[in-house]
């Protein structure tokens, strides 16, 4: 399958509920990754959540969300009245969760598509399905693709772990995924040791790694670039090296016309 | 995929902007700011995201004052405690400085139907916020009293202005160097008493927004508390401001600060978990 994703996305957990960040981005065609959504509502991490690090933010936010029956009533009509092309991103304890919430997904109006969250910095803290070996996030993968119909995309967002990344890339392309972004947080720790995860351009280079050794080593596999994205110099970095798009995600909450930035330059150089 | 112009009023802005003008006070530093299209969106209890150089999280300020009329158009005007890097160098800039603003954001004061008493307590910077409630209860022939408060007197915000602000004004220092000596913990109870508070407003640390909802609710009033909750963005994307409150359903949720935010009641806030 071919799919029409980019060049720019929102990333999953930097575009509010959508509303938040319709002041700033006309939402109408933006391909616009929701925070994960789970089957039922998480109250997320107490505070502190995120911290400023050189280069970044470290993040342990806990997916808050409504829960999928929320989500279904309020968060996603807004964004599909909005025009934008959806793209859920899912999160789940056990293989049967991410099938029930692909399977519901599957018959909401107006999902253009799901990422599947296989690469969050620390599963276990998040009651997630283990998803550190390839082989487990394939499952994951496998069991989303099973319960989405086929003519529309499944994502399957790794974590930027360099050693293991082309590994987990084949096995979800394999397992069904459509395109692999590359990638979530860099796992890490706050100052006071709690385990995080890294965001930002301090990601970027280690992103780019994970980018041009998984497109060259599967060069049929459509690849999505995330992590420190933030001007069109960086996005073309990215494209550059073989992403069919990027996402940006934290360079929104510094600026949060960012995406539209981005993409008006990128545009520029067509 | 484009940029959008706020239609609502009441939708922020993402704007270039630019110091006009930089001032001590006291140990604050206040900045009047052009940010073209934000004054005339602002309500008291409003706040601006400003970029600081070299960081990737934003940082957040109250809206201290509008202008109307300067060879700038409308500008805005924040105190600025220099406090942490991101803070000194916002202190530290000189007129002229570009800063991309965003606002105004957050949920703003509430405002009383009737004309009633009002108590507005304000400690440190913080205090700021209260200048511009102040007014606009004025405006609504409510009587407001102010209290002001800070470690000393160069903790103080705009002490000469409070008195132009409003109908009383208590000074409360906690080295006694000017005002009464103490904490404003200590002074509530007679506060609410000798202004008769319907409302009482709050805006300080957290300690001051607690004791003022408590007390408050001791005395049958209603209580606002303008909340600081560290977040990265102060735009409602991040989920990084996290608000313990009780829902109108009696149900512990955790909110946006900066979006279901800043100003809360205070009576629906899980204190103890701040
Ligand atoms: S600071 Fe980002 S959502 Fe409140």
């Not at chain 1, 959508?18 to 109408?28: K, S, T, V, Y």
């Not at chain 1, 620390?122 to 394939?138: I, N």
Request: glycine share 12%; charged share 20%; proline share 8%.
């Amino acid at each position: 399958m071919t799919i029409a994703l980019g060049p720019v996305m929102v990333a999953s957990g930097c575009g509010g509920t959508g509303r938040e960040l319709a002041p700033f981005l006309d939402l109408d065609g933006v391909a616009f990754v929701t925070r994960s959504v789970t089957l039922d509502a998480r109250q997320g991490a107490s505070g502190p959540r995120v911290v400023e690090v050189s280069g970044g933010l470290v993040n342990a936010v806990g997916l808050p969300n409504p829960g999928l029956e929320h989500f279904l009533a309020t968060e996603l009509p807004w964004l599909v009245r909005a025009g934008a092309r959806v793209f859920v991103s899912v999160a789940g304890s056990t293989l049967g969760e991410y099938a029930d919430l692909a399977r519901r997904l599957s018959r909401a109006p107006g999902v253009a598509g799901l990422e599947v969250n296989v690469g969050a910095p620390d599963e276990t803290g998040l009651d997630l399905f283990e998803v550190r070996e390839p082989y487990h996030a394939a499952s994951v993968v496998a069991a989303v693709r099973r319960e989405f119909p086929a003519d529309r995309p499944v994502l399957a967002k790794l974590r930027p772990d360099v050693s293991r990344v082309v590994e987990g890339a084949r096995a979800c392309h394999e397992a069904g995924a459509t395109a692999v972004v590359l990638g979530n947080t860099v796992p890490a720790a706050f100052p006071d040791g709690r385990p995080g995860g890294l965001s930002g351009p301090a990601v970027a280079p280690v992103v780019l790694r994970c980018l041009t050794e998984t497109a060259r080593s599967l060069p049929g596999v459509p690849l999505v670039a995330c992590g420190g994205v933030h001007d069109a110099a960086s996005a073309r970095l990215f494209l550059g090296a073989g992403a069919v798009a990027v996402q940006i995600g934290t360079a929104l909450l510094h600026d949060p016309t960012t995406v539209a930035r981005v993409a008006a330059e990128l545009g520029d150089d067509a | 995929m484009t940029a959008r112009a706020a239609t609502s009023a009441r939708e922020p802005l993402h704007v270039d902007g630019e110091v006009i003008a930089t001032k001590k006070a006291g140990a604050y530093r206040l900045l009047t700011i052009a940010a073209p299209g934000v004054p005339a969106r602002f309500r008291p209890g409003n706040f601006v995201a400003l970029t600081v150089a070299g960081h990737v999280a934003r940082r957040a300020f109250w809206i201290h004052r509008i202008k109307e009329s300067s060879a700038f158009g409308p500008t805005l005007d924040i105190v600025v405690e220099p406090r942490g890097p991101g803070s000194r160098w916002l202190a530290a800039q000189p007129t002229g400085t570009r800063l991309a603003v965003t606002g105004p954001l957050g949920r703003p004061f509430a405002l009383p139907k009737e004309p009633v008493s009002c108590l507005l307590v304000g400690e440190g910077y913080a205090a700021a916020v209260l200048f511009p409630l102040a007014e606009r209860l004025r405006e609504r022939d409510c009587a407001v009293t102010l209290a002001l408060a800070g470690m000393d007197e160069a903790h103080l915000v705009s002490t000469l202005e409070a008195r132009r602000s409003a109908r009383a004004v208590t000074v409360i220092t906690a080295d006694g160097s000017v005002g009464s000596r103490g904490t404003v913990g200590e002074q509530l109870p007679d506060l609410l008493r000798r202004s008769n508070a319907a409302v009482a407003y709050a805006a300080g640390p957290t300690a001051v927004l607690r004791d003022v909802a408590r007390a408050a609710e001791t005395c049958g009033a209603w209580s606002q508390a303008a909340v600081e909750v560290p977040g990265p963005c102060g735009t409602g994307l991040c989920h990084g401001c996290p608000l313990p409150v009780l829902g109108e359903d009696g149900v512990p949720r955790i909110v946006r600060a900066c979006t279901e935010g800043p100003v809360v009641r205070g009576d629906r806030v899980r204190w103890a978990e701040l």
